[in-house]
């Protein structure tokens, strides 16, 4: 249903950064980064996307404005890699937010680790697969 989108951010090197690693264990990869040389109206110097096969799904931009944290979940094939991204993601800075394990309150299958990052925002990966 969604394509992309963009999360606001603090540090754009430090974010930038936190979610290569973090994301890494799904198949996330830096796709891009555009300047304001390459895109003239960009409100910021640069701006990076990042995502599997090559197709940027998460954008960061760094902000000075205040933040209102949200919540965003990544899909993840195996339970393996749900413990991977929870692994990386506290090893680069994030703060445990809920342990890899199941959440059957959602449903019996889900499968999900939670951390929030420097900005606040809380950052999952799920797995659905029994």
Same mark, same amino acid.
């Given at each position: 249903? #969604?394509?992309h989108y963009t999360l606001l951010v603090r540090d754009y090197e430090a974010a930038k950064a936190f979610y290569l690693a =973090? %994301? !890494?264990? %799904?198949?996330h990869a830096l796709v891009?980064? %555009?300047? !304001?040389?390459?895109?003239?109206?960009?409100?910021c110097?640069?701006?990076?996307? #990042?995502?599997?096969?090559?197709?940027?799904?998460l954008w960061l931009r760094p902000t000075s404005d205040p933040? =209102?944290?949200?919540?965003?979940?990544?899909r993840a094939d195996t339970r393996a890699a749900v413990d991977a991204f929870h692994a990386a993601a506290l090893a680069d800075g994030g !703060?445990? +937010?809920?342990?890899?394990g199941l959440r059957p309150h959602y449903h019996p299958s889900y499968y999900g680790a939670f951390v929030i990052d420097?900005?606040?925002? +809380?950052?999952?990966a799920v797995c659905h697969a029994p």
């Open positions: 249903m #969604i394509d =973090a %994301l !890494r264990p %799904l198949g891009m980064e %555009l300047s !304001r040389d390459e895109v003239p109206g960009l409100p110097e640069k701006v990076c996307g #990042i995502g599997p096969g090559g197709k940027p799904e933040l =209102a944290p949200t919540h965003v979940a990544f !703060r445990d +937010n809920g342990a890899p420097a900005d606040g925002y +809380n950052v999952e």
